[in-house]
């Protein structure tokens, strides 16, 4: 299923999500997917260079449903308008569970590059103008996240650029530089809104290459001991030799599809004795 819409903000495209579906599997738990970017570019159909079918094509044979979504660019709007989509996006997934044959009350958020800055923001209570507490508490599923930026204030600073450029992706993103508002880049910023209440006991896993020269390996470092630190069950792993989008090994690349669907089917598949799925009602 393509090309659904799940949102129309006023003077700006239909927001549209694509669903895909394990064969032979009724009801099956999902996960959705946020690409990257930039959040200035990219779309739901691919995840750097691989294209959104053969990146979930492990996780479909597994048995798990993947729902990928488009947000509003930067180019488009500026912060908070992508959380809000990407909050929109599973509000109509979970009104909807039924209709789509899906398993909402076993939902995982998974995000690459800027899509794991807002699958993590999604994940961790943050504000995104008027906070929808109901539906943070139902946000509780694991969280998988491949090398995104978890702290704006520091992004720049981390790979030794400057932090005053108008023009740097975060800035774009704000609206502004993110010396200026300094507030409103935390707010927007992951590593720096992370909740107990939120977080405590939740799987969450972060891959980032060792030798990322777009997204420093440290931003994943932050969100981890922020994470610990409220009482997640996080995991880092950083994959050697490789760079952004898991350039330069093979390996890496290999390595991080099975570690994705490892950790989606160990926390997705197999729902305590006694919970109530979509199915069930």
Avoid: N
């Avoid at 159909?45 to 979504?69: E, K, N, Y």
């Avoid at 023009?167 to 300094?182: C, F, M, W």
């Avoid at 090994?249 to 099975?258: G, H, L, P, V």
């Amino acid at each position: 299923m393509s090309g659904v819409v799940y949102a129309t903000p006023p003077g700006i495209r239909g927001l549209e999500l694509d669903l895909y579906l394990p064969a032979d599997d009724v009801c099956p738990p999902v996960v959705v997917f946020l690409h990257g970017g930039g959040w200035r570019a990219g779309d739901r159909r691919w995840a750097g260079d691989v294209q959104a079918g053969d990146l979930f094509a492990a996780l479909l044979d597994a048995g798990i449903a993947v729902v990928s979504v488009d947000y509003r660019l930067s180019s488009e709007a500026h912060w908070p308008a992508p959380l809000v989509d990407v909050l929109a996006a599973i509000t109509y997934l979970q009104s909807r569970a039924e209709d789509l044959g899906v398993d909402v009350t076993r939902l995982g958020l998974w995000g690459e590059s800027a899509g794991g800055h807002l699958a993590l923001l999604a994940a961790v209570g943050a504000s995104a103008g008027d906070p929808d507490q109901q539906l943070r508490r139902a946000v509780t599923g694991p969280v998988l996240s491949w090398y995104a930026p978890t702290d704006l204030t520091t992004c720049a600073g981390d790979l030794g650029h400057p932090v005053t450029d108008a023009d740097s992706r975060e800035s774009q993103l704000l609206g502004h530089p993110v010396t200026e508002r300094v507030e409103r880049v935390r707010e927007a910023s992951p590593a720096l809104q992370v909740s107990a209440p939120f977080v405590e006991g939740r799987p969450f896993l972060l891959l980032h290459g060792a030798d990322d020269s777009f997204v420093a390996p440290r931003q994943s470092q932050r969100m981890r001991d922020a994470l610990h630190s409220a009482g997640a069950q996080v995991d880092l792993r950083l994959l050697h030799g490789a760079g952004h989008v898991w350039t330069g090994s093979d390996t890496a690349r290999q390595e991080a599809f099975e570690a994705t669907t490892t950790f989606f089917s160990r926390w997705l598949l197999h729902p305590a004795d006694g919970d109530t799925t979509t199915c069930d009602r």
